[in-house]
């Protein structure tokens, strides 16, 4: 087998300007903040056809996370420079893509304060070929509830995910693909997706809080529903009532949309993906379309 060369992009204190290297190359200090104490905060962004998918509201709420965290945001617009740089370097210009990018407060001496001294933040991004799950948005996927165990602060986009690792895990044991995380009754979002029900015709999904990440699709797919005149109401979906939803749906940069038909092996509706799903699929494939031409 033949291993493609990945380039990645890395700025820290030994690299202070930035470099690219293939990832093979790529040394990151065992005293990196982000290695010690997941102090880091990262974002995920989709291309379709070499075309980013609305890359500065991804970058507006990195800077918001990085900002949260009192990290240094200066490196910011060279990360656009960067990401770019990247697509061209991994033969990426006419592929679908992921780029992931990862800032952290730097490398210092292991003690929970702030370094007593300046250092500059660690930045590492990759950019990968992206295959997605096309059976599973077709058909559907089981998902499970697990106690939502997360800090107050699920808004920013921090590195420190072990909460969701342990439940995704939980789900898969389960022969499921996405746990929904639950605070006191109510479906906050998915380890990895926002989460959306339909009742009564009407769309629904998590409220804007500190209790979940403002997903960029999330976004996309409120504003496909005010287009295509579906009713939609940011409002809480409770678990004891998961059985009068009509449609259940997970939505975010790696899943679009994916229709839930199962959540702790009771179906939800019919047990097929719903009527308003696939419109909103297909009119967000249209989008992409249109957004990426
Ligand atoms: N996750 N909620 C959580 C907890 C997430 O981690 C994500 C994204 C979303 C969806 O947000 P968006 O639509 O902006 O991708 C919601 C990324 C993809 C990840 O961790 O891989």
Request: with cysteine; net charge positive.
């Amino acid at each position: 087998m033949v291993t493609r060369k990945e380039w990645v992009f890395y700025k820290s204190q030994k690299a202070p300007k930035g470099i690219f290297r293939t990832k093979d190359k790529i040394c990151l200090s065992p005293n990196d903040r982000g290695f010690m104490f997941a102090d880091g905060a990262y974002e995920v962004i989709r291309t379709y056809n070499g075309k980013f998918f609305r890359l500065n509201e991804h970058l507006v709420r990195f800077k918001r996370s990085v900002d949260a965290l009192r990290i240094d945001n200066r490196d910011i617009p060279l990360i656009e420079t960067a990401i770019k740089e990247l697509i061209k370097r991994n033969n990426l210009q006419s592929s679908d893509a992921t780029i992931y990018i990862q800032v952290t407060r730097g490398v210092w001496q292991r003690s929970h304060a702030f370094p007593t001294e300046p250092v500059l933040p660690t930045v590492y991004i990759e950019a990968s070929r992206f295959v997605p799950h096309k059976d599973d948005a077709r058909l559907g996927i089981a998902a499970i509830t697990v106690s939502d165990i997360r800090w107050a602060r699920c808004d920013i986009k921090a590195i420190g995910l072990l909460p969701n690792v342990l439940a995704r895990q939980q789900a898969v044991d389960n022969g499921a693909a996405e746990a929904i995380f639950v605070r006191d009754g109510i479906l906050t979002e998915g380890t990895h997706t926002n989460v959306f029900g339909v009742q009564d015709g009407v769309v629904m999904t998590h409220p804007k809080t500190n209790y979940i990440l403002a997903g960029i699709t999330r976004d996309a797919v409120l504003g496909l529903c005010a287009t295509h005149k579906i009713p939609f109401s940011e409002t809480f979906i409770l678990e004891h009532k998961l059985s009068d939803l009509e449609e259940m749906f997970l939505v975010g940069t790696t899943v679009e949309i994916m229709p839930v038909i199962k959540v702790n092996g009771k179906p939800i509706g019919k047990g097929r993906p719903g009527k308003i799903t696939k419109a909103l699929q297909v009119a967000f494939r249209d989008h992409i379309l249109s957004a990426s031409r």
